[in-house]
């Protein structure tokens, strides 16, 4: 993949000086969904799909960027004096945001940079792929101008650009996740401390599936910035009896004793969701650790349920994808991942099901919604880095 990308760099920008290779994964959540803006816990893990990308140090402070995945868009060019946010949200936007994002914290970028990129993930699936962008971005800067930032400074940053130049108020999760990565682990992240733990994804028997509904999500400014205002509104009533700082303070007893004072139905589901689910996340990784694969799967049904019910944040062709993968033989577990209001599942399959599990889930989504499903079989790769 790389050596196409390279060749793409010394056709447009030439073969001289010191050109250098890098990758940044995409992630899939397994559990903990909407909880890394409420102050609880995720599940995720890095892909070994992501952005490639090719850069070379410039003498100037100009920044020019080509993007294999969208030829049409040209050389994207830009000063480094003349970034600031809008809402676009297009492939140069997220990586202008994490620059600006730096500049913003007082960290100088010297000089810009020549840079070819191509994806190997699908844009809009709830994959992350805008996340494994702004990593990409962070880790070439750290590399070429900045080595003294962390991994986690470079997740910040992502995140920084997602928020405030891209005008989507998420979490951190992806954003970690694409720079934290590490291969066949999950990372158990409490997103209130971020202190975080690497739980090894001992799949002997199993595989992990996502399949893509085809039905793209755009987070921006939509849906999924009034989930996250109704979460806040909804603790904001229940600051007044209780003393929390986040719905991530809270476990299911301390909610069901409180909610009333939440005043309004669909807020409340909204923080029912945030609440539950956090729990969940805490326990599925505790049965991970001890071997219990059903219950981690279990785990995974409700989490969708609670998602499609509560927080509201699935779609009718997601919720056929999960609820007919519920029904297939070898499925441990089902249930959306990322974002939602379209997008992808992640399922857990017994290795000796799979085939059926793509065939019968293909056919059957075709059949109730004139789609073609997609299937990816994955593994967890490492995090963002130079690739030589
Ligand atoms: C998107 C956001 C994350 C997280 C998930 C939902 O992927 O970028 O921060 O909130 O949705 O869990």
Known sequence: MIEKVLETFKEKFGDEGDIRCYFAPGRVNLIGEHTDYNGGHVFPCALSVGNYGVARKRDDRILRWFNMTYPDDGIQEKSLDDLGPNDNGLWYDYQQGVIWGMQKAGIDIPYGYDMVMFADLPAGSGLSASASIEELA??????????????????????????????????????????????????????????YEYVPLNLANEKIVITNSKVKHKLANGSYNVRRQESEDALEDLKKVVDIKTLGDLDEEGFEKYKGAIRDEVRRRRAKHAVYENQRTIKAVAALQRGDLEAFGHLMNEAHISMRDDYEASCEEVDILAEEAWKLPGVIGSRITGGGFGGCTVSIVKNDYVDNFTRALRDVYKERTGLEAEFYIVDAGDGARRLD
Request: some cysteine; charged content about 25%; overall charge negative.
């Open 138 to 195: 962070a880790v070439i800067v750290k590399d070429l101008f900045r080595p003294e930032l962390s991994m986690v400074d470079l997740a910040r940053f992502g995140q920084v650009s997602e928020n405030e130049y891209n005008g989507c108020n998420s979490g951190i999760m992806d954003q970690f996740a694409s720079a934290m990565g590490k291969k066949d682990h999950a990372i158990f992240l409490d997103t209130a401390t971020l202190e």
